[in-house]
Every structure is written in C-alpha cells, then in structure tokens.
Nanobody
C-alpha cells in the first residue's frame, strides 16, 4: 500500500520546538510536491507549509511564517517540518500529503488534496 508516514509529534510547552518527519512507504517521492497540513478539533484541515519536488520553492501559511520551516532531503526520501516558537493554537494533528502535479506550492497549501496521505502525528502545545 502506498502511503506516507509521519513522525515527531509530541507534547511541548509554549515556546518550544519540534521537528516532524514525513517518509513515503512503497514509493519514492522525489517527483512529488509535499505539503504539511493540520487539523485541530472542530476545525477544517488547513495547509501549513508546502515544498516543490526539487525543494527549491517553499510556501508557509501566514500563521506560521517565521516560525516553521519546511525542507526535504530527496537522497533520504524525507521531508521535514521544523517548528519553533510553538503556540497553543498550533495544537493539531499534522498530516503530510504528496501531489504529483501542482500549479504552485501556494495553491497546493490552499487546498487539502493529495495523491497520497499519511495517518497524521499529534502535536500538543500546552503548559
């Protein structure tokens, strides 16, 4: 079964940091754009950060700009989301998604669609 596997979620205090990882299972995703999305209880899934297949173009949503950084290492077949200065409102289940064809990374983040998805990893920011 082709899917993505996220890891790195945890309980962290406000102001803390976490690094999430996204790894494909059953395929290599160096030709796919990758996006991180999150969904908090009672809210719709929203795009957080997206990156092009080469890693040369990234997009971060306004709510995380300056705090989150998306990167990828295609040699290791891994995409990362470095999250700093975490806030309680960042609490959510974080999912990664792979999409083969995109217009722009910004549009990818604007619409929670993907060819493949992971099961998600829980991030809780609380004191």
């Amino acid at each position: 079964q082709l899917q993505l596997v996220e890891s790195g979620g945890d309980l962290v205090q406000p102001g803390g940091s976490l690094r999430l990882s996204c790894v494909p299972s059953g395929f290599t995703f160096d030709s796919y754009a990758i996006g991180w999305f999150r969904q908090a209880p009672g809210k719709e899934r929203e795009g957080v950060s997206c990156i092009s297949s080469s890693g040369g173009i990234t997009y971060n949503a306004g709510s995380v700009k300056g705090r989150f950084t998306i990167s990828r290492d295609n040699a290791k077949n891994t995409v990362y989301l470095e999250m700093n200065s975490l806030k309680p409102e960042d609490t959510a289940i974080y999912y990664c998604a792979a999409r083969r064809r995109i217009a722009t990374v910004q549009l990818m983040c604007a619409s929670p669609r993907g060819d493949y998805w992971g099961q998600g990893t829980q991030v809780t920011v609380s004191s």
